[in-house]
């Protein structure tokens, strides 16, 4: 069983930064894709960023260029380097690891005023 911990959210003024993070522990297949995704307020949740096993990172449209997903195998973290951060990027952030069962999070609420 895989738990997934998420930190590093809190409240920044926009064109601000931050840095959050995913450590994972219990059983953690190295080939596994990790991802971040977020749900504001009234809205479903979306795909933010995705980190492949073999370095592929993808973006949804609305952070490229702003946001930088990363991971650290030897660590089982994973990170999203926010910047120029806007109030619509106000969520909360969960990341996942997909798999025959995709595991959660429980989420960081990060607040751009």
């Known amino acids: 069983h895989v738990q997934l911990v998420e930190s590093g959210g809190g409240s920044v003024e926009a064109g601000g930064s931050l840095r959050i993070t995913c450590v994972a522990s219990?059983?953690?297949?190295?080939?596994?894709?990790m991802a971040w995704h977020r749900r504001s307020p009234g809205k479903r949740r979306e795909p933010v960023a995705s980190?492949?096993?073999?370095?592929?990172?993808k973006y949804a449209d609305s952070v490229k260029g702003r946001f930088t997903g990363s991971r650290d195998d030897a660590k089982n973290t994973v990170y999203l380097q926010m910047n120029s951060l806007k109030p619509e990027d106000s969520a909360v952030y969960y990341c996942?690891?997909?798999?025959?069962?995709?595991?959660w999070g429980q989420g960081t609420q990060v607040t751009v005023s």
């Open positions: 980190v492949d096993a073999d370095g592929t990172i």
């Open positions: 219990g059983y953690i297949p190295g080939n596994r894709c």
């Open positions: 996942v690891q997909y798999g025959g069962d995709n595991y």
